[in-house]
């Protein structure tokens, strides 16, 4: 969306008093500036319409955008390193760690012999409905913008997904691809997805990890059947309840 597209659209919605929304002296001029980069494509006009706001870059900050994610964890705006690791979740780069070496502590007792050398991670961004092909051929919903998938072959299998929040991530969502059972039964799935989050968080200096328990899921699905898949890989993870927050929390690092 251009400046002028962008502006029109605000004044579609009525009459503006454009001193409330403390633009920069120059938006809107010439073309697309700086302030575009805080911009999502999910971002509507009236989002931006508070009566207050602390500054104009807050107000085109959207739950996804990896910068400003960075700065709700971190506290600080010059954390590049974590500002360019969320950031390969919207340009869908693999991460590092390599799933079949990672997964060998993850097999299950039965399956010692397991051969992991088609396992793969990838990731997803975004939340609502994925729309990376083989992700919606399978009918993946995030309600969290940040996801590993454990895959086989290009097969997705499971995922998890995290969220940005002040001094760390919230891990909220662990689902399995219905019908991929056979290639899941043999590994701890869930908990080396919950292992490679906390794994992804420390390499990023990211100083807590925290998980939602299945109780207080949004799904009824999860809230009735979820503890296996939430509480249990949790608390073999290392994380511990903090009755305060109602919550998971693994100290990285720890």
Avoid at 40 to 48: A, E, G, M, Y
Avoid at 88 to 113: I, W
Avoid at 122 to 141: I, L, Q, Y
Avoid at 158 to 175: H, Y
């Amino acid at each position: 969306m251009d400046t002028s597209a962008f502006l029109k659209s605000l004044e579609e919605l009525g009459p503006i008093d454009w001193t409330k929304l403390n633009l920069p002296d120059d938006f809107g001029k010439n073309k697309p500036g700086p302030e575009f980069e805080y911009l999502s494509l999910d971002l509507q006009p009236k989002d931006i319409l508070a009566k207050e706001h602390k500054s104009w870059k807050d107000q085109f900050f959207s739950p996804s955008n990896s910068d400003y994610d960075s700065r709700v964890i971190s506290g600080h705006d010059n954390n590049t390193q974590l500002k360019v690791a969320l950031r390969q979740f919207s340009l869908f780069n693999q991460p590092k760690t390599q799933a079949p070496t990672f997964l060998a502590n993850y097999r299950k007792e039965g399956s010692p012999d397991l051969d992991l050398s088609n396992y793969r991670f990838d990731v997803d961004h975004g939340t609502g409905p994925s729309k990376r092909m083989n992700m919606e051929a399978v009918s993946r919903w995030y309600d969290a913008p940040y996801t590993f998938v454990l895959s086989y072959q290009w097969d997705p299998l499971a995922t998890v997904s995290f969220k940005a929040e002040e001094g760390g991530i919230l891990i909220s969502q662990i689902q399995g691809v219905k019908g991929m059972e056979s290639r899941l039964r043999p590994l701890k799935w869930a908990m080396g997805l919950v292992g490679l989050t906390s794994k992804w968080a420390e390499e990023n200096g990211i100083e807590e990890v925290r998980l939602l328990p299945a109780a207080r899921n949004t799904s009824p699905a999860v809230k009735k059947s979820g503890f296996m898949n939430y509480d249990v890989p949790a608390k073999r993870e290392g994380f511990k309840y903090d009755q305060k927050r109602e919550v998971y929390v693994k100290r990285t690092g720890k």
